[in-house]
């Protein structure tokens, strides 16, 4: 099972940056597509971005253009930037990958 730790969450203002990253352990980091997720209080669950193995990479409409998801799988590591946040960005954000889930960690867009 992969263990994975997200961080880099925290309390911005609209407009300004954050950077997710996710550290997974093991070494089948680089053979399973990578995805961030985030549940908003009173929410489901929604699917943010997703990057393949070999790097191709998908976005919810709300965050296209905004978000990008990039993986460096020399470090097991999958990012997500984020710019222009806005206060509906505030939710909880999670990695998956291969079943596991991570922690999350939380983003607050607020002024």
């Known amino acids: 099972q992969v263990q994975l730790v997200e961080s880099g969450g925290g309390l911005v203002q609209p407009g300004e940056s954050l950077r997710l990253s996710c550290a997974a352990s093991?070494?089948?980091?680089?053979?399973?597509?990578m995805g961030w997720y985030r549940q908003a209080p009173g929410k489901q669950r929604e699917t943010v971005a997703a990057?393949?193995?070999?790097?191709?990479?998908t976005y919810a409409d709300s965050v296209r253009g905004r978000f990008t998801i990039s993986r460096d799988n020399a470090k097991n590591t999958v990012y997500l930037q984020m710019n222009n946040l806005k206060p509906e960005d505030t939710a909880v954000y999670y990695c998956?990958?291969?079943?596991?889930w991570g922690q999350g960690t939380q983003v607050t867009v607020s002024s």
């Open positions: 998956s990958t291969a079943g596991s």
């Open positions: 093991g070494s089948i980091f680089s053979s399973y597509a």
């Open positions: 990057i393949t193995r070999g790097g191709t990479t």
